[in-house]
């Protein structure tokens, strides 16, 4: 079997690799995008600049052009020297040019478990509708990702409405895939033809990675009962918005990556077609920082929001390290992943009766009683291999006499995937393996039919402590249970990517997390190498990451815009961070995976509410001019930001005093201060607006701020009267001396009904 955690990121790998070269290649012949800004205001045509350019370089090259787009912004990709990106760079009404670029992916219980968190009675009848998500919600969730597999049982559209008539997409044909493949639940399907460079082409929408369809299925896959990978995780899976209508756009292949100007071209379809949603379970990697001009996500986003359509990403898988988060734009709601509370549990018994609990999906067959001979890799090592590598099972570092028919006992020191451990074992005839690691608590590898668990350095020591006690040490290694009410939970994944973002720091990311490890969600139903020993491919399959965190997210977005279809998406966002959860399940604050507690550069707002979104309160509306500051403040001049912006206000220009640590002021829902001097102190100003109906209401506000900061809001009680109406307020930081750390807290406004929280985070550093 092919372990799918390995392939995922292995998949992620490649994709880094061709990040690299892609950016090494910048000054060579390639692809580049050519990036234009705002589309016309009459729907489908281009600008003139951008005919005339279009026409200029089909006049020199036919074959030149890859893409061009003109619903939701002007541009294009082409086919150019250096010196040719170079001179269209220089062209009027051109904002950017820069290659295209390679993005990776990030990569049924998660729902009940927010559920539960949430203190929501769920009816236990299976049939029920009672939480209401279930039904017709007519919300449009587009998602960008490796396809879709239509004949998942998740993807029915019993008892759906019609297809709302603002729908403008289309279900395109391929040899794999035909019109009859979309229904009332797929209702748009469109895939991006690989370049012509590409050595394999794949022209289809269906998938043939399983992320796709397991993204989708996660934000709005249909009920289905009974299903389960191989008997684990048994239950009812569906999807977070149930009754939302999916459109597919197949931007990643499994031989090409996620390319840049396949990226935008789905966002410009996406943005004619009429969703709601977009979902993007996809990024840079962390180490690729490209400025927002140069980034097609960000660009696609921007327009995407312009229109009214909310767009989610996932943070990134490159955590636990700090200012590692993607997908940073402030227009972008970005989702940081958290564990949940079931388990996949495959114990390690050993010769003196002790039971150790390990991580792991397997369903081996060996003997329940210890009586397996169990080694440490160390003590196996070949005699010319290096300690550090037998302690790892690294290829050619082991005896394979000393191995085979044993269990062995393996260090994840090199932090390299599990599997790869079970690989080296397996050919060298051992039986079984143990691993310890130190930083995967809480996300289960699949070992197929092979005897593997994953368990802790502090289990590790006993272990080996055990070995070392006898002459003739024994084991065993049992198959995977996979129990649920796992306490604590929900604990934000080691790898998911962390804040401050660094573009800027002023902007506090994520925005907020979501579950994202071990999510039971449809899969590809051809999937062979998935499968274990003797067993069918699975039809639901578990895997990890803020792929998954993110269409949790983009499922509620999707039915609080069905709830409230005049939101714009910045109250959407606001409504998900602001009723966010910071406890777990015993009732403690939510920790990271080494158990201390999260901060916002962990998890945004906290782990989010699915039904608290719903009825807020108040909202953070984070406006068009907001965003034209945020681009005033980042550096951009007015001549570029009209170019970019399809509407200006008359008269808006920059303020004359733009620079970064201005950002802190936009309206968004949480608070970034960077560059603080404890001297002058920094103030910022916020304005929330009623959502909550008409009838007089006042809020009060609460401070929650660490000792070496003095926080003061002003004034401390906001009244509304009637829906719609706007209040603001003046927060002011300052402190006795010097902050030697970041640090962080809270201001929450609340009426007895309703608590609308804002994190904050305050550094000393500067924003580079």
């Known amino acids: 079997m092919k372990p799918l955690v390995t392939f995922i990121f292995g998949?992620?790998?490649?994709?880094?690799?061709?990040?690299?070269?892609?950016?090494?290649?910048?000054?060579?012949?390639?692809?580049?995008?050519?990036?234009?800004?705002?589309?016309?205001?009459?729907?489908?045509?281009?600008?003139?600049?951008?005919?005339?350019?279009?026409?200029?370089?089909?006049?020199?090259?036919?074959?030149?052009?890859?893409?061009?787009?003109?619903?939701?912004?002007?541009?294009?990709?082409?086919?150019?020297?250096?010196?040719?990106?170079?001179?269209?760079?220089?062209?009027?009404?051109?904002?950017?040019?820069?290659?295209?670029?390679?993005?990776?992916?990030?990569?049924?219980?998660?729902?009940?478990?927010?559920?539960?968190?949430?203190?929501?009675?769920?009816?236990?009848?299976?049939?029920?509708?009672?939480?209401s998500t279930s039904n017709d919600s007519g919300a449009i969730i587009g998602i960008l990702d490796t396809g879709i597999w239509p004949e998942s049982e998740s993807f029915n559209d019993k008892a759906m409405g019609p297809i709302p008539s603002r729908w403008n997409g289309t279900c395109a044909k391929a040899q794999d895939f035909n019109t009859s493949n979309c229904n009332k639940k797929i209702i748009g399907a469109r895939s991006y033809e690989d370049d012509e460079t590409s050595v394999i082409k794949y022209q289809s929408p269906r998938d043939m990675v399983g992320h796709g369809t397991h993204v989708a299925s996660t934000a709005a896959g249909s009920e289905v009962q009974g299903v389960s990978y191989?008997?684990?995780?048994?239950?009812?899976?569906?999807g977070g918005s149930p009754g939302s209508r999916i459109a597919m756009y197949r931007v990643c292949s499994p031989n090409n990556g996620c390319r840049g100007s396949s990226i935008l071209a789905a966002f410009d379809d996406a943005i004619a077609d009429g969703v709601d949603v977009l979902s993007l379970s996809l990024g840079a990697p962390s180490f690729f920082k490209p400025q927002i001009t140069d980034d097609p996500i960000a660009l696609g986003a921007f327009h995407a929001v312009q229109h009214g359509i909310t767009v989610v990403c996932s943070a990134g898988n490159d955590g636990p390290d700090p200012g590692t988060v993607v997908n940073a734009a402030p227009w972008i709601v970005t989702v940081a992943a958290s564990t949940i509370d079931r388990a996949f549990e495959s114990e390690v018994v050993l010769g003196n009766n002790t039971v150790i609990k390990g991580e792991g999906i397997n369903f081996a067959s060996i003997q329940k009683s210890p009586v397996y001979p169990i080694v440490y890799g160390k003590s196996a090592k070949k005699k010319d291999a290096d300690v550090n590598d037998s302690r790892n099972c690294n290829?050619?570092?082991?005896?394979?006499?000393?191995?085979?028919?044993?269990?062995?006992?393996?260090?994840?020191?090199?932090?390299?995937?599990?599997?790869?451990?079970?690989?080296?074992?397996?050919?060298?005839?051992?039986?079984?393996?143990?691993?310890?690691?130190?930083?995967?608590?809480?996300?289960?590898?699949?070992?197929?039919?092979?005897?593997?668990?994953?368990?802790?350095?502090?289990?590790?020591?006993?272990?080996?402590?055990?070995?070392?006690?006898?002459?003739?040490?024994?084991?065993?290694?049992?198959?995977?249970?996979?129990?649920?009410?796992?306490?604590?939970?929900?604990?934000?994944?080691?790898?998911?990517?962390?804040g401050p973002s660094t573009i800027p720091k002023n902007i506090l990311k994520p925005d907020i997390a979501a579950p994202g490890v071990n999510i039971l969600a449809a899969w590809m139903g051809n999937d062979t190498a998935e499968a274990p020993e003797g067993k069918d491919p699975p039809l639901y399959n578990l895997i990890s990451g803020t792929s998954m965190a993110c269409p949790h997210v983009s499922g509620i977005a999707a039915t609080i815009k069905?709830?409230?279809?005049?939101?714009?998406?910045?109250?959407?966002?606001?409504?998900?961070?602001?009723?966010?959860?910071?406890?777990?399940?015993?009732?403690?604050?939510?920790?990271?995976?080494?158990?201390v507690a999260a901060t916002p550069y962990d998890f945004g707002a906290g782990e989010v509410s699915p039904t608290g979104p719903l009825q807020p309160g108040l909202v953070y509306e984070t406006t068009a001019i907001d965003y034209l500051n945020f681009l005033c403040h980042h550096g951009y001049n007015i001549t570029t930001i009209k170019t970019i912006a399809n509407a200006i206000p008359d008269g808006f220009t920059c303020p004359k005093e733009s620079s970064i640590d201005l950002i802190s002021n936009i309206n968004y829902p949480s608070i970034a201060i960077t560059n603080f001097n404890e001297k002058?102190?920094?103030?910022?100003?916020?304005?929330?607006?009623?959502?909550?109906?008409?009838?007089?209401?006042?809020?009060?506000?609460?401070?929650?701020?660490?000792?070496?900061?003095?926080?003061?809001?002003?004034?401390?009680?906001?009244?509304?009267?009637?829906?719609?109406?706007?209040?603001s307020y003046e927060v002011s930081f300052s402190a006795a001396n010097p902050l030697k750390e970041d640090?962080?807290?809270?201001?929450?406004?609340?009426?007895?009904?309703?608590?609308?929280?804002?994190?904050f985070a305050v550094s000393s550093k500067r924003d580079n």
Request: hydrophobic fraction near 35%; proline fraction near 5%.
């Open 562 to 595: 069905s709830k409230n279809p005049t939101w714009s998406p910045s109250a959407i966002r606001s409504a998900i961070m602001t009723t966010a959860n910071q406890i777990n399940n015993l009732k403690a604050p939510i920790t990271t995976e080494k158990g």
């Open 743 to 759: 640090v962080f807290g809270s201001i929450a406004w609340s009426n007895g009904k309703y608590k609308v929280r804002s994190p």
């Open 230 to 238: 191989y008997g684990l995780a048994e239950g009812t899976a569906k």
């Open 395 to 498: 290829t050619n570092s082991l005896d394979q006499e000393l191995v085979k028919g044993k269990i062995v006992v393996c260090e994840n020191l090199d932090k390299t995937y599990a599997n790869e451990h079970m690989d080296e074992v397996k050919q060298l005839g051992g039986i079984g393996v143990v691993l310890i690691d130190y930083d995967s608590k809480g996300m289960a590898s699949s070992f197929g039919t092979f005897p593997m668990t994953v368990i802790s350095s502090e289990d590790g020591a006993k272990v080996l402590s055990y070995i070392n006690s006898t002459k003739n040490p024994v084991a065993t290694i049992l198959r995977t249970t996979s129990p649920t009410k796992y306490t604590p939970a929900p604990i934000i994944a080691y790898f998911s990517s962390r």
């Open 11 to 131: 998949l992620t790998s490649f994709f880094i690799f061709v990040s690299l070269f892609t950016e090494t290649v910048a000054e060579k012949d390639g692809v580049y995008i050519v990036y234009m800004g705002a589309a016309p205001k009459t729907k489908g045509s281009l600008r003139h600049d951008h005919a005339q350019l279009l026409s200029s370089l089909l006049k020199r090259n036919k074959n030149a052009l890859v893409r061009s787009y003109k619903n939701g912004f002007s541009g294009f990709a082409a086919r150019l020297s250096a010196e040719e990106a170079h001179s269209i760079a220089q062209r009027a009404g051109v904002v950017s040019v820069f290659p295209d670029p390679v993005l990776e992916l990030h990569t049924t219980r998660s729902w009940d478990f927010l559920n539960y968190q949430t203190s929501v009675v769920i009816d236990s009848n299976p049939n029920s509708n009672s939480n």
């Open 680 to 727: 002058a102190g920094r103030k910022v100003n916020r304005t929330l607006t009623n959502v909550a109906g008409d009838g007089n209401s006042v809020y009060t506000v609460t401070i929650d701020s660490p000792a070496n900061l003095d926080v003061k809001v002003v004034p401390n009680k906001l009244q509304f009267t009637k829906n719609g109406d706007k209040s």
